[in-house]
């Protein structure tokens, strides 16, 4: 690698080809300043407009809004899937045949749901009744 460098080095030689001036950048600053041409600086007077104003309490206005439309949505999903839960177990308290029910339009789910919660009444009481024996 480095005999590759030399050979390339001795081709090309090692004068850059350029050289700074002396004290160039010593005095670049003052040079600079003296080509611009001098330009008056005034204050703005910016007023602003009423949208500018008014924004802060748009963008907090959409944000309630939006949260408040989320909340809605949960809470409807909620109350749909217990209604649905009741519906299942209205039927099956019933006595209707299995195939009716499911030819009923019940879902897959509506059934695991049903399951779940009947498990779980059936765990409760069992629960209760450790804590009261301790």
Request: overall charge negative.
């Amino acid at each position: 690698m480095k005999q590759e460098e030399s050979e390339i080095l001795k081709g090309i030689g090692k004068n850059p080809g350029f050289k700074v001036p002396d004290n160039y950048f010593e005095d670049f600053n003052k040079r600079m300043a003296a080509a611009l041409p001098e330009v008056e600086r005034r204050p703005a007077n910016v007023v602003p407009s009423t949208w500018v104003k008014i924004r802060p309490y748009f963008y907090m206005a959409a944000t309630v809004a939006g949260i408040w439309c989320m909340l809605t949505v949960f809470t409807n999903l909620n109350s749909t899937t217990m209604n649905q839960i009741n519906e299942v177990a209205e039927q099956m308290g019933n006595g209707n045949n299995a195939d009716e029910f499911i030819m009923s339009g019940t879902s897959d789910y509506d059934l695991l749901n049903y399951e779940d919660s009947v498990a779980m009444d059936a765990e409760t009481p069992q629960l209760q009744s450790v804590t009261n024996n301790e």
